[in-house]
């Protein structure tokens, strides 16, 4: 088992992933090794594990309510046309020219739970490329008036290691409430 299989999910993740309609449908994008795919499929969600590394995938391929695909996310046709979440999942990761696709993906009412690096991040490391950090407020404003925003936060976190970083949870519609966990 890799190394990025142990680790433990994002307590950031834990805490907003119950919004999501119980047994939903979740995508977790750029999954990585799945931490967050095993944490919520064992939780009764189904989860559709995507990324480009079929390597880590393959860790995934016979755990229960996990379905892994392995697609390159970044060049060619957007591979989640079409389709639609209850909840989408984002952790350290960021590509741009696909954020409005990717929103696009999440169901009316559905939830968004996004945490990646965000700029100053490079004082401690990678990323570093100011590609793949958030600048101040960024994620606020790309959800513009179409999302509610249950919670959003910003700045240095020291685990699981030293980094600055950005999150937002966020519901689908104008004017959603949500019971915070």
Known sequence: MAHFDRLAPSAWVTRFAPLVRAGGRVLDLACGGGRHARWLAARGYQVEAVDRDATALATLQDVPGVTPRQAELENGPWPLAGAQFDGIV????????????????????????????????????????????????????????????VAFEQGEVTAPRPALIQRVCALRGVGQVARLP
Do not use: H, Q, W
Not at 93 to 116: H, K, M, N, S, W
Not at 121 to 142: I, T, Y
């Open 90 to 149: 984002v952790t350290n990761y960021l590509y741009r020219p696909r954020f409005a696709a990717l929103l696009d993906c999440l169901a009316a009412d559905g939830v968004l739970i996004f945490e990646t690096f965000m700029v100053g991040n490079e004082r401690f490391g990678k990323p570093s490329n100011p590609d793949f950090l958030l600048r101040p407020g960024e994620l606020l404003e790309r959800l513009g008036g179409d999302y509610s925003i």
